[in-house]
RNA sequence: GCCCCCAUCGUCCAGCGGCCUAGGACGCCGCCCUUUCAAGGCGGCAACACGGGUUCGAAUCCCGUUGGGGGUGCCA
């Protein structure tokens, strides 16, 4: 069982200790029986799977329905325990009395999807997709002095592209500004909330006077500031007790009242802040299960306290995702790291691998198969076998990743992924040429790349290594690598080029032909063929190393490639 | 400083008290295959942070130490 969660704690702040038992106990059942099942086998990566994966998964036209009445309540989140040897996948219904599981992701607009980010996005999708609940986008955009319209648009495109469709929203924050403020209003109304008119240096300053943890004291505690310039409005956290909450991925998670201070929830500028805007929300959003990353984790009690003070019975269940770290072990950051989802696509990483390769950040398939089609993670991701520690962004694991899947892609398919990387390049111009016939015509661009695509194919991890690899079809004449030319073209590559040149003239022109030339070539000079092709190789394509030389020569015709052998004759 | 979280090969994951002489994957090294380079095949190196407990038995449970990280904003 994936999904549902037996979720919903009731509320228990002052003080209450829970036993972890709930949740654990029926973590341990559920492990239990997972053991016990069948190891499913491994399906080859080819077209089947490709169908059955996320391409299958269409993106729905994100139509934002309308929220729930505000206050009209949450659904009560609590699983049915169901009799145990119940159907096959779980003791546990998948059903949450009275509603679906929803999830939510969302991310602040920052004008790009980061890594982080798209990780936590997919395992919400994950988990929804995995127990028919929904997956709603919103953009936490409160601060309205950092957020443009048009920072989200690239978020969204990356989700797209990652093929992370979501069935509601996106919702903007901002535009339920009057909610929040409401809120806010009724919280004041109910003295659970103060004015507050301390500017952040008196703050500082009387933190630093008593010398105690910085933050807020309560200064404006029963000062009954009224509304006006700089006033924000903080949340009154209680004095006594703690709030406590049990987390899917850590188990319970305790913090003292004592060190949640009484926070902002409101700008003075009237704007909500995040901690308000999230948990009210969440609330009207009917969310039952938040999955973010840890870094949220402290914020959590805030939530949970604004929830309460708003008359929440109910508790969604939470699970905090490990952070993504880079090699210094520190969180994954815009600054320091490539972060950017965008990037990779750049990069030439196929969505499929991204995908892939996150979800294995942070989790495990339980039969250890880890490159798989999306179809297959759904089913098999369950949230409590998320593990707790950190994990490294490993750019050298996702590119192995990548590999395989370019590797998979019908021939037809990785022509067309590969050729927009080819069309940036400036000696891409189209050409559709002739065609190979045994006579040695020549095939031009892209046509000529197409016929040479399955060899390449195998040959690059990443689309972005196509173009160096195929330059020579495009080019009238092939770059040199210097360092290339001077290994290869030493003695006896005079006479090797000459004898080459020679029997090509007249060889037919296939592949084979043209291997057996040139290995009757080497033989005559005492040279193995791996000698022997390393000139012509060079002359053609400029590089030591590149796609198998005999195909190549086929594909790029007679005349250009007679041509090319004697410009590098004479260079000699 | 304070609060919270975390700790198995370099990296990601497995391990749920005996099946562990700790398994898989990436990377690395070697060999094979081979027209270069890949891919593929075979093999190898490589980890339970430390110290106490609990137990017949601990990588697994508990406590502590150390180390790392996150948070501590009128950012999210």
């Known amino acids: 069982m994936r999904c549902p969660h037996p979720t919903a704690q009731k509320g228990q702040t002052e003080g209450t200790t829970r036993s972890a038992s709930s949740v654990r106990g029926w973590t341990s059942s559920v492990r239990a029986e997972r053991a016990a099942a069948p190891r499913p086998r491994w399906s080859p990566p080819g077209r089947s799977w490709r169908a059955t994966g996320h391409d299958r998964i269409s993106v729905r036209s994100p139509t934002p329905p309308p929220l729930p009445v505000p206050g009209a309540g949450l659904a009560p989140l609590v699983a049915d325990r169901q009799v145990p040897g119940g159907n096959r996948s779980g003791r546990y219904s998948r059903r949450v009395s009275g ?8 991310p602040a607009p920052t004008g790009y999807l980061h890594v982080g980010g798209a990780r936590t996005a997919l395992f919400n999708w994950l988990f929804a997709r995995g127990c028919g609940g929904s997956f709603l986008l919103r953009i936490e955009d409160t601060d309205v002095e950092r957020s443009r319209p048009e920072l989200v648009l690239a978020i969204l495109d990356s989700l797209r592209w990652l093929g992370l469709d979501w069935d509601e929203g996106p919702v903007h924050q901002s535009d339920r500004a009057e909610r929040h403020r409401e809120v806010v ?21 009387r933190a630093e006077e008593r010398g105690g943890p910085p933050g807020y004291d309560g200064w404006c505690r029963d000062r009954e500031v009224g509304p006006g310039e700089g006033v924000v409005v903080r949340f009154r956290t209680p004095d ?12 319970e998670v305790s913090f003292d009242h004592k060190v949640v201070e009484d926070f902002v929830i409101q700008r003075s500028s009237g704007a909500p802040m995040f901690v308000l805007a999230n948990a009210v929300d969440d609330l009207d959003m009917a969310i039952t299960h938040v999955i973010r990353g840890e870094d949220l984790l402290s914020a959590t009690p805030k939530v949970l306290l604004v929830r309460e003070a708003l008359g929440a019975s109910e508790r969604p269940v939470f699970a905090h995702l490990p952070i993504l770290v880079n090699d210094k072990r520190q969180k994954l950051s815009k600054r320091r790291d490539d972060v950017a989802v965008g990037d990779y696509r750049e990069r030439g990483y196929l969505p499929e691998a991204m995908v892939n390769y996150l979800a294995l950040l942070g989790w495990g398939p339980p039969d250890g198969i880890e490159i798989r089609p999306l179809g297959e993670i759904v089913e098999r991701f369950r949230l409590e076998d998320v593990n707790q520690a950190p994990a490294f962004f490993d750019v050298e694991k996702l590119t192995h990743v990548n590999g395989v899947y370019l590797r998979s892609l019908p021939s037809s398919s990785f022509v067309g992924a590969a050729r927009p990387f080819l069309e940036r390049e400036p000696w891409a111009s189209g050409g559709d040429g002739g065609d190979v016939d045994g006579n040695g015509e020549a095939l031009e661009g892209f046509e000529a790349f197409a016929r040479l695509a399955p060899l390449v194919q195998e040959r690059v991890a990443t689309l972005a290594e196509v173009p160096g690899m195929v330059d020579f079809l495009f080019l009238d004449e092939p770059v040199v690598d210097q360092g290339s030319w001077d290994k290869a073209m030493k003695p006896p590559a005079d006479e090797i080029l000459d004898a080459t040149l020679a029997a090509y003239e007249t060889a037919p022109w296939t592949s084979a032909a043209l291997l057996a030339s040139l290995r009757a070539v080497g033989e005559e000079l005492g040279l193995s063929l791996r000698k022997a092709q390393a000139p012509v190789r060079v002359a053609l394509t400029g590089r030591s190393v590149g796609p198998p030389l005999f195909e190549s020569l086929e594909v790029l015709g007679r005349e250009r490639s007679l041509a090319r052998l004697r410009a590098a004759r004479e260079r000699l």
Not at 185 to 205: E, F, I, P, W
């Open 185 to 205: 209003a009724q919280l004041l109304a109910a003295g659970a909330a103060y004015r507050c008119d301390c500017s952040q240096d008196q703050v500082r300053a």
């Open 99 to 106: 509603a679906t599981p929803r999830v939510r992701f969302s």
């Open 240 to 251: 006594e007790g703690r709030t406590s909450f049990e987390d899917v991925v850590r188990g």
